[in-house]
Structure formats: C-alpha cells, structure tokens
C-alpha cells in the first residue's frame, strides 16, 4: 500500500545532468529564478505607491474607489507581463515557469499589493479556458479578463447546492441554436463589480453529473440581477446572482455539452493545490506585524506567549515545505492529487489559527480596526480574523476536502 | 527544484526498511524491549555497524560514508517504521559530537562508537537546573577524575562510556570497571532505558569553552533531525496500519472506514504526516545544503514532528478502539516513543524557543 504522495522508495534520480552530483533533493531556485524575483520585487518596490494596507487605512477610500485602486494596478502589472505567466503565449500568456508564477505570487504578497479584483477570473476561469476552451474563446476572454477591462465572477453554488454542488438546479434551456438560463447563484464573489460569469448550469435534469454544462454570460442584459450580499467582515464583495431567462449563446459554451461537471473539478483540482502556495510568503508579513505587537506590549517576554507565537512559526515552515514539494512535482510535469486538498487544507486552517492566536495574544490592541482609521500601516486583525473564517468553507469546505482524502488518497471505502 | 531522493539515498533507504523487517521487526523486538534489561538486541546493533549505518552522515575522514543528512533522515525514516528499539538516536548524537572534536581520544571512541564496539552516550541533564545554567559536574584536569550527577542518562547503567557535560566543557568517563552509581528510571516509554547516573572516577578531557559549546550544538542539531525523521517513520507506520484496519474491520455491516467520522480522523493523520514529510526532508536538506537556514529548520521540523506524531499515534489508538487499548497491540509502542521523543532530543518546548531565538525574535 503506498500512501505517499511521492513515494520515497520509489523515486530514482539517474538521469541527472553530468558534472552535477545526483541530488534529487534540490530546493534551490535557479539563478534565473532569482534573477526572475529580483526583478518582480524592484518592479513592485518602484511602481507600487502605497501598500494595500495603508489603502484600506484611508478613511477617504470609499469601496468603490478601492475596487478602482485594485483594477488599475492589476492593468499595470498586466502591462509589464506579469500576469498569465505560466500560460501559453499563444492564449495570452508569458510561456514561462509555474515557477515563475509562484516567485512572482510570493513577491505580490511580500509587497502588500492590492488584491487583482480579477483573482476568481484568473485562478479558476483561465485555466479552463486554456484546458477546455476554444481558440476563438481565448482569444476573445483572456486579454480583457488579464488586464482587468472585463472582471469576472464565478456562478457555482446555489443556495441548495454548495458543498454538494452537483445538486445545482439553475436551468439551462435551448432557445433556437442558443440558451435561456433561469435560476439564483449565491457567494458570488466580485458579483456588484463583475461584467461576466462563468457559469454551471443544468442541461439535463436527469442526469446529476453529464447533466451540467459551463457557460459564459455577460451579466449586463435583461434577465439578470446581481444583488450585493454583506459578508460578517462588513464587505459587500460577495453578491447573490438571479437569472430569468438570460441569454447564454452557444459560442460561449466551453466545452461540450455536458461537460460541466468534469471541467468544474479539473480545475477546480488543479486550482486547489497552486492557489495560496504563497500563503506562507503571506504569513511572514503577519507574523512580522504579530511580534512587533508582542514586542511593543511587552508579552515578548514571556514563555507562554513566545510558545504560542513559535508554534505558528513551525507550522508556517511545515506548510511551506509542502508547498516546496507541490510546486517541485508541478514543475516536473505531475499533476497534482490529493496533495491539493491537502494544501487547502493547509493553508485555510492555518489562517484560522493564526487569527485567534493574534487575539488571543495581542490582547485589546488586535480588537482595534485599523481600516479606514488613518493608520497607515500594520495588519487589521479584526478583519483578518473575521475574514479567515471563510477559508475553511469557500472553494471546497474543510470537510469536502477531507472526504477527497479519505476516497482517493488512503482508499476508503464509500457507503 | 526536485522534492526526491536520489537513486543512492533511495537505495540505502530499501535495503535498511528489508533489514529492519527481516531482523528487528515488533514481533523480534518486542520481547526485548519487555523483559530483557537492556531493551534491544546488541547482536543487531552491531550489524547496524558493521553495515556503515552508524557513519552515514559522518565525514568520510572521521571514519563514516559522508552521505549526508538527507541520506541520514531517510535511514532514520526506515528506523521509525519499526519503532526500532535502544540506543540509535542517542547513539547517533555522541558520534556526532565526537567526530566534532579534535584529539586522539575523541577519534577513538568515535572509531570504537561506529565500529559497533562501544556503547558511547551524552550525559548532560542535572536535576533541577534549568537548561542554559552551566553544570555542576566537575572536572579536576590535574587528576583527571570527575565527579556529579546526570539524570536522564541514556542507557546510562550500560553504556561503555559517557560524554559528560562539566564545568569546563565536555569529558568522556569510561564505565569503571564496578560500574557507576546508575538507579535506572522508570519512564513512559518502556523501551527506553534511562539511569541517574553519579558519576565519581577518571576521565578525559575532550574539549573546552567554546568548543565544547559548538561541539554538542551541532550534534544536538543533527540529534532533532534524526529524531523528526525518526517520528516520521512511526507516523507513517501508524497512519497504514490504522488504514488497514478501518478497511478491514466491520461494524453495523459495513466497514467502519466508511463512516465520515473516521475517514476524516485519518485524513487529518494523512495531512500531519504528509507535512512532517516535507518539513523533515527540507529541514536535511537545509543542513546538507543551506547552512544558514539549518537551525531554523531543524527546529521547526523537530517541534512540527512532535506535535504531528502525537496527533497521529493518539488518533491510531482511537481508531483501533478497544484493541488498540491493550498491551498486545503495537500501537501503545509507537505512542510512547512519540512521548519519549516530544521530550528528548531537543524538546518541542526547547525547539519553539530555538525557533525564535534564531530569527532575533
């Protein structure tokens, strides 16, 4: 039985280059790799003008100024070649490393830059679109969606079909060569800004799985309303969607005809395990501004409190290990398993821990709101606490992820 | 950027997991950890020696293969599979302090140590002092007698020699030929053999100050890696025996790996392992490779192995049940060992403080 994800035993390393000693276990970014991150971290040092923190400080920034703060700087990193990168050029992209990608995801969340307001629209959307779509597609979606001239939102879960997404009802009926969607899409994240959706839609309700086709929908026309939906954070960034007879043409299917299903998981799958391998580039800034409270209140001193700290520090350094792992497999052309649910599992929970160790340790000064307040720098703790909650229930609960492990990874048996 | 062993770390690995099975596996080695006092077969440490498993992460000058700490923790992995009885990890971390250290004696023993003809171990706790004060065992040079009192000496009542912890540094006391005053302790892991050792006899000065320091530092480093590795083997065993038995064993009529309450239970043991697979191997490679990240991730592997091989070995009892309560099943072995290993070999309270300390926090 083989429950590894790499399997140690297994693995040879003969053929490696000659000259070189055969060290299979070589963590080390290449000189191009370093070149690559020197160079992303002067372009964000020199064209980065505040830092999303002191962003959201402002007090003058109202949320639909943020959301324009975010769409232009992701034009700008669009414009330099920063986005897309491990993308074909042919669809849009730069034809360089996954790598690359994940230097340049570190060195975003190094900075603090604003968020890509198209983040939904690149993890989940291009990849399908670059696995499963057509030429015609690629080339009409992924250079507005990179450069954030058509922002989009994802139309997956229902409010009776969430984790079990494959119970979604929203229907999809012909209408001469093109389709009329009816239904409501809910946690529609950047739905009150979003121009387009893709979209999981019922094609036959007799069949649960090949019943599900993937469409694309621009959400200004007849037949749609987005409605803001506040988030216990205070953000209105999720929305809820209702369709009543939207035109959907048939050009902007992706995929066949009941291939919903499939393109949703694969890239889903393949979205789980790259998605946050930043994350503990994230965590250093967070830790950084967890010791500076610590410090400045004086509970540095004592050993309960540096025991609590620490073991954070050990569980972003094992979780980042793994990420190491995951992103050597990717760039040696494996595709990613179970290790993805594992690192949504990582990371999400983390996040979680993290925040309520903050609290518990910083004591009144986590319970002060630093957004909107003036102060121009450190990290929101109320927000970030509240916001953590979500990761462990968006993108595939805690649960669903588990119940993948438990199946595919370590073979137990389904009732 | 590669996450594997090479062909000769993975080779090693294969032949060292198919001797283990075959000559110290928990069917041969429970008996001796249970009844026999010193808790392991010496017979099969001394083929461990004569092997060259001893010397896999020691200069090739000092008498090992120089294979490096990768190598080292995938040879501890296999250890840990098989819960592997006596004095390996306290074994490891004197010859690696002795291969630290200049002069003929320090050679010798190292010699004697990976040849399998002597039983060498670090005396350094004292009751009741806290772990930076220096220690009250002392040294006379001009005799060269030594006199105090370890506790928590491994193995201490049999070991051939001790490397002592003193005033001035570290010395090695050989067994006097009556023995040493050693009351052995009765600990949570039953194959452990622990003793309060008085020490009273001659000895050899091996090194002084500054020396001494950098000497059980970096074998004490080498010595949380090994027992992070170590962990990762019984977790990992731990993890597929539980496995096994959720698809085998039936309750209601269905096997009660079906049940989401303990599908989710090993998801967790797969996730924990999975990521002390990772830290562990990064933290060896980091020490082969990476100097200056060494220490931080050492610490963070060893305290991260800690915490995950308590989850791990705790929830394997839990989803054996009754079974898995009882003397007869092995996986009481493996949860006490994670306990012993929690504590020793740098502690995860001693790890987490290290783990700041290192990055001027």
Known sequence: MSLVVIDYEIVGGSDSPQGRTRAALDLRFSDAERAFRDEVRLWFETHLARPWSAELGDPSNTEDQLVAIRRSFQRSLCDAGYLGLDWPRQFGGQDRSIVDRVIFQEEFVRADAPPLPNFIGIQIFGPALIHHGSDAQRERFIPPMLRADEIWCQGFSEPSAGSDLAALRCAAVPDGDDYRITGQKVWTTMGPWADWTFLLARTDPEDRYGGITFFLLPLDQPGIEVRPLRQLTGDAEFGEMFLDGALARREHIVGRIGEGWKIANTVLAYERGVYEIEGPARNDRFLADLVRGLRESGALAYDDVRQRLARLFAENEAIRAAGLRMLAALSNGETPGEEASIQKLNWSEYARRQAEVAFDLLGDQAHLRRRGSGASVGVDWVYEHLFSLSGPIAGGSSEIQRNIIAKRALGLPTR | ?361
């Open chain 2, 1 to 361: 950027m590669r996450f594997e062993l090479d062909g000769e770390q993975s080779l090693l690995q294969q032949s060292l997991r198919e001797l283990l099975e075959k000559e110290s596996s928990l069917e041969q080695s429970r008996p001796l950890m249970e009844s026999s006092a010193e808790g392991y077969s010496k017979s099969f440490y001394r083929q461990l020696a004569s092997l060259g498993y001893l010397g896999i992460g020691v200069p090739e000058d000092r008498g090992g293969a120089g294979a490096g700490y990768v190598a080292l923790a995938a040879a501890l992995h296999a250890m840990g599979r098989v819960a592997l009885p006596g004095p390996i990890l306290d074994l490891l971390e004197a010859i690696e302090v002795l291969r630290r250290l200049p002069g003929e004696e320090a050679r010798r023993w190292c010699d004697r140590a990976l040849a399998g003809d002597a039983l060498v171990c670090l005396a350094h706790r004292e009751p009741h002092s806290a772990r930076e004060a220096s220690p009250r065992t002392r040294i006379d040079p001009a005799t060269g007698s030594i006199a105090g009192r370890k506790v928590f000496v491994p193995f201490g009542a049999s070991a051939d020699a001790l490397i002592v912890t003193t005033d001035r540094g570290l010395a090695i006391a050989p067994r006097p030929d009556a023995g040493w005053d050693a009351r052995p302790l009765e600990t949570v892991d039953h194959a452990q053999r622990f003793a309060d050792v008085t020490l009273a006899g001659p000895a050899v000065e091996l090194a002084e100050g500054e020396d001494a320091r950098c000497a059980v530092e970096g074998a004490e480093r080498v010595g949380a890696l090994d027992a992070a590795a170590f962990l990762l083997g019984m977790m990992e065993r731990v993890l597929e025996m539980s496995v096994a038995y959720l698809k085998d064993r039936r309750a209601f009529g269905v096997p009660i790996g079906s049940f989401q309450a303990l599908q989710h239970r090993a998801a967790d043991m797969l996730l924990y392992t999975e990521n002390t697979r990772a830290a562990v191997y990064r933290a060896a490679w980091s020490c082969d490779c990476d100097p200056e990240s060494a220490a931080l991730q050492v610490a963070a592997a060893k305290a991260y192995a800690g915490d995950a091989a308590r989850f791990v070995c705790r929830e394997g009892i839990q989803v054996f049940g009754g079974v898995g309560f009882t003397w007869e099943y092995d996986l009481h072995i493996f949860y006490k060992r994670t306990k012993m290993l929690e504590e020793f070999h740098g502690s995860t309270r001693d790890q987490l403080e290290q783990l700041l300390r290192v990055q001027g926090i």
